[in-house]
């Protein structure tokens, strides 16, 4: 007879794995450590496999168990998204949203919509990721989160995920004010400066490198920011240039700051998608949101087109 998981195993099975230790578990859930210890050992001998590893300092999670991790944890956010969904079929307007946002997602379009949509809703929880689509991967599989608005570039997870298209961005070369660049009017002068981008695992600079070494003009990039507000910090409080959306030479915290170089080479804009798991379904108030995510991206089509 095949072993049968239960559904308390496999919620302390995730607690465990998530706080590294039996004693921290523990204390989320509110149970007895003897208790999680049964349930764990219990997992262990039906699976017939070793899930954690015991350490002086809690537990690691083994190849086996970061395996069943991945499916475990999914398990758990699809039954939250499903009684959420009941929940708001029958009327009652709370539960969780989780979404990812780019970070230049995340300065212009996401304020708007998210006020909105908590005057109407509430009692809706919305928690924002902020980061490139990599750093989310394994949350949007696992279920973690919902959906992101993000950039993307062709690769390997065309299978995963839905891409729907919502608008593009212009982006541009950035300096500080005051900066020796200043005045340069095309790239080929500025390659003896030192840059700075975030993180080139990005999509849109997958894109920018790619242009770059068609040209055979590859900038010396001495920093790597992983977030996009270090990278802004830095371009303007040093000699670092960067390609950054070029919206931010109006914005009114920024703007006396950054200083744009009107080069003649004219760079790729950066395409921003919706983008959803395929096996997903959403609840009615994630869906919600989305449609005001869509009408706010055509707005702001409608802005650039006039």
């Known amino acids: 007879m095949s072993f049968q998981v239960k559904f308390h195993q496999i919620r302390a099975f995730v607690e465990v794995a998530r706080q590294g230790s039996i004693r921290g ?23 017939a496999a070793q899930l954690f590893v015991r350490r002086s300092k809690g537990v690691a999670l083994t190849e086996c168990g970061e395996s069943f991790y991945q499916h475990a944890n999914l398990i758990l956010e699809e039954l939250r998204a499903a009684q959420d969904d009941i929940r708001q079929r029958q009327g ?3 539960g969780q949203i989780n979404i990812g946002m780019g970070a230049s997602v995340a300065r212009t379009l996401m304020p708007a919509v998210i006020t909105r949509f908590h005057e109407q809703h509430p009692q809706v929880k919305v928690r924002i990721m902020e980061g490139q689509l990599v750093s989310m991967i394994n949350e949007l599989r696992q279920g973690e989160l919902d959906f992101t608005i993000n950039t993307y570039y062709q690769g390997p997870y065309d299978h995963e995920f839905t891409f729907e298209k919502l608008f593009e961005k212009p982006f541009a070369i950035f300096c500080r004010q005051g900066h020796p660049a200043i005045g340069a009017k095309s790239i080929s002068e ?11 695992r990005g999509s849109y600079y997958k894109q920018l490198e790619d242009i770059f070494r068609y040209r055979s ?6 920093v790597v920011c992983e ?10 409080q040093s000699d670092f240039l960067s390609i950054l959306p070029q919206e931010l030479g109006c914005d009114p915290l920024l703007a006396h700051r950054l200083v744009m170089l009107p080069v003649e080479e004219i760079l790729p804009k950066a395409a921003y998608y919706l983008i ?17 995510f869509r009408r706010q ?3 702001i089509l409608l802005n650039e087109g006039k």
Not at 25 to 47: D, F, V
Not at 217 to 222: E, N, S, V, Y
């Open 92 to 94: 009652l307007q709370g």
């Open 217 to 222: 003009q590859l900038p010396q990039i001495g």
């Open 297 to 299: 991206a055509r707005g």
């Open 276 to 292: 959803q798991r395929r096996d997903s379904r959403q609840t009615p108030l994630t869906a919600s949101l989305i449609t005001q």
């Open 25 to 47: 578990a523990s204390r989320a859930m509110n149970l007895s450590q003897p208790a999680l210890t049964k349930s764990i050992k219990e997992l262990e001998e039906g699976m």
């Open 190 to 200: 500025l390659m003896n400066y030192n840059w700075t981008m975030p993180t080139p």
């Open 227 to 236: 977030t996009f507000s270090s990278c802004i910090s830095l371009v303007a």
